[in-house]
Antibody
């Protein structure tokens, strides 16, 4: 069974940093692109970033370029999102997702990031 | 940049109704269009990928159609568990979701 479990969310002050993790199990992690998708409270879905199988390709939504870094550790079956210079508008539930056939096939349960003073 | 316009933003329907949700891209995206269902407090669930391919395990009352710029999600006979919010997403370029359609009970 495919499982994705996010962790690392919490309350952080504007300008602060946070690192999200996603632990994957039930599939060959190193064979799939992975994504982070977020959802602000009461709002719609927004793709944030994705990464290819060996970490050599990374793409970001414009609003997080230069502030967020996606990475992965295939030996640990883990996906990460390093977030810095956080803003109030980054407040959201962050989901990790396994990508296949240019879609987000499996999703984690999400972790809430709140940026507030 | 590609824009995705989903309509309606909400609708009220009864169990057994046929429901249609549309998604329009501002430029052609081929068949790189996915549909997701999200229930309150839960992660989204993939229903349809590549415009018309049914994800494994998804009931056959869900179907998708379209290509180019205009796409449709159809629920042939609405069931109680289908009341949720539905999102389209293009993956022709940087992934982008539509604004969502909330399907409510009439």
């Amino acid at each position: 069974e495919v499982q994705l479990v996010e962790s690392g969310g919490g309350l952080v002050q504007p300008g602060g940093s946070l690192r999200l993790s996603c632990a994957a199990s039930g599939f060959t992690f190193s064979s799939f692109w992975m994504s982070w998708v977020r959802q602000a409270p009461g709002k719609g879905l927004e793709w944030v970033a994705n990464i290819n199988q060996d970490g050599s390709e990374k793409y970001y939504v414009d609003s997080v370029k230069g502030r967020f870094t996606i990475s992965r550790d295939n030996a640990k079956n883990s996906l990460y999102l390093q977030m810095s210079s956080l803003r109030a508008e980054d407040t959201a539930v962050y989901y990790c997702a396994r990508d296949d056939r240019r879609s987000h096939e499996y999703w984690g349960q999400g972790t809430l990031v709140t940026v507030s003073s | 940049d590609i824009q995705m316009t989903q309509s309606p933003s909400s609708l009220s329907a009864s169990v057994g109704d046929r429901v249609t949700i549309t998604c329009r891209a501002s430029q052609t995206i081929g068949s790189y269009l996915n549909w997701y269902q999200q229930k309150p407090g839960k992660a989204p669930k993939l229903l349809i990928y590549a415009a018309s391919s049914l994800q494994s395990g998804v009931p056959s009352r869900f179907s998708g159609s379209g290509s180019g710029t205009d796409f449709t999600l159809t629920i042939s006979s609405l069931q109680p568990e289908d009341f949720a919010t539905y999102y389209c997403q293009q993956t022709y370029s940087a992934p982008l979701f539509g604004g969502g359609t909330k399907v409510e009970i009439k």
